[in-house]
Nanobody, 120 residues
């Protein structure tokens, strides 16, 4: 059974920092591209950052320079460090894992999400 369990969300003041964690189980973690998405009320879900199996990273424009995604292959975890948080960063943050298998079948999984609220 595949599980992606997020943690680390909460209330933070503008300008503050937060580190989100995602623990994966039931997948071949080293093969999956791991990503963080977010969804604010009334908005579509959007990608924040992703890290591939070889460690290459991609960031959304709004996340560049103030976010860092990393993964621990030994612990099957991925984290997202976010700095200089703004009110518009308020959203539910979701962990995602994705792998296209050798026969083209897509393995795509989501966590339940963790709320991040940026407010004074």
């Amino acid at each position: 059974q595949v599980q992606l369990v997020e943690s680390g969300g909460g209330l933070v003041q503008p300008g503050g920092s937060l580190r989100l964690f995602c623990a994966a189980s039931g997948i071949r973690f080293s093969l999956h591209t791991m990503a963080w998405y977010r969804q604010a009320p009334g908005k579509q879900r959007e990608m924040v950052a992703m890290i591939s199996g070889d460690g290459s990273t991609t960031y959304a424009e709004f996340a560049k320079g103030r976010s860092a995604i990393s993964r621990d292959i030994a612990k099957d975890t991925v984290s997202l460090q976010m700095n200089s948080l703004k009110a518009e960063d308020t959203a539910v943050y979701y962990c995602n894992s994705n792998w296209i298998g050798p026969f083209g079948y897509e393995f795509d999984y989501w966590g339940q999400g963790t709320q991040v609220t940026v407010s004074s």
